[in-house]
T-cell receptor, first 116, second 111 residues
Framework: DAGVIQSPRHEVTEMGQEVTLRCKPI?????LFWYRQTMMRGLELLIY????????DSGMPEDRFSAKMPNASFSTLKIQPSEPRDSAVYFC??????????????FGNGTRLTVT | RKEVEQDPGPFNVPEGATVAFNCTYS??????FFWYRQDCRKEPKLLMS???SGNEDGRFTAQLNRASQYISLLIRDSKLSDSATYLC????????????FGAGTTVTVRA
């Protein structure tokens, strides 16, 4: 099992540029989550999908952020335009449900974003 | 009030000591609880789930107190390798999957 795969590992960009983060969940997992982690705010849930459908995007900070999941094996988180306060580590995680129970999350290695 | 609150620590303990800390949650309807561990500059990884009756995994013991809405983690005979940030995780939804993370409790075990 390859685990959750995120790319890129590091991204440095200038304010105003578009940033696209990518995630490949574990095969067979039906939930996908995007989290953002900073020292000040800890891990924040941005959005999550179930069977490729966005369920709750109330954590998305503003309209500059958007996320898509065109199929079960791929999701993107886009920031346009980026701002220095978006600098953080962005984690993607996936899990699968079964028999009415909820399983723990499997996280990717994260994307460390720096916006200058 | 935050949805999930933890004492940030740090807890600095010698090897072999016992360390314990709590996490409180705001939603009384929460059903699933976990402890995750996060090492510096790494992704969070599941340490253990927390069951209603309490559960133990080696040197780690987790407890759930629904009446007071908190969970706890106890580490016995602590090792240097236990140094990490421990994240309390609560499913805020009673019918779906919306995991909220606490800010973490930092534990440092010294030789």
């Amino acid at each position: 099992d390859a685990g959750v795969i995120q790319s890129p590992r590091h991204e440095v960009t200038e304010m105003g540029q578009e940033v696209t983060l990518r995630c490949k969940p574990i095969s067979g997992h039906d939930y996908l989550f995007w989290y953002r982690q900073t020292m000040m705010r800890g891990l924040e849930l941005l959005i999550y999908f179930n069977n490729n459908v966005p369920i709750d995007d109330s954590g998305m900070p503003e309209d500059r952020f958007s996320a898509k999941m065109p199929n079960a094996s791929f999701s993107t988180l886009k920031i346009q335009p980026s701002e220095p306060r978006d600098s953080a580590v962005y984690f993607c995680a996936s899990t699968k449900t079964g028999r009415g129970s909820y399983s723990p999350l499997h996280f990717g290695n994260g994307t460390r974003l720096t916006v200058t | 009030r935050k949805e999930v609150e933890q004492d940030p620590g740090p807890f600095n303990v010698p090897e072999g000591a016992t360390v314990a800390f709590n996490c409180t949650y705001s939603n009384s309807a929460s059903q699933s609880f976990f402890w995750y561990r996060q090492d510096c500059r790494k992704e969070p990884k599941l340490l253990m789930s927390v069951y209603s009756s309490g559960n133990e995994d080696g040197r780690f013991t987790a407890q759930l107190n629904r009446a007071s809405q908190y969970i706890s983690l106890l580490i016995r005979d602590s090792k240097l390798s236990d140094s990490a940030t421990y994240l309390c995780v609560v499913n805020l939804s009673s019918n779906d999957y919306k995991l909220s993370f606490g800010a973490g409790t930092t534990v440092t075990v010294r030789a």
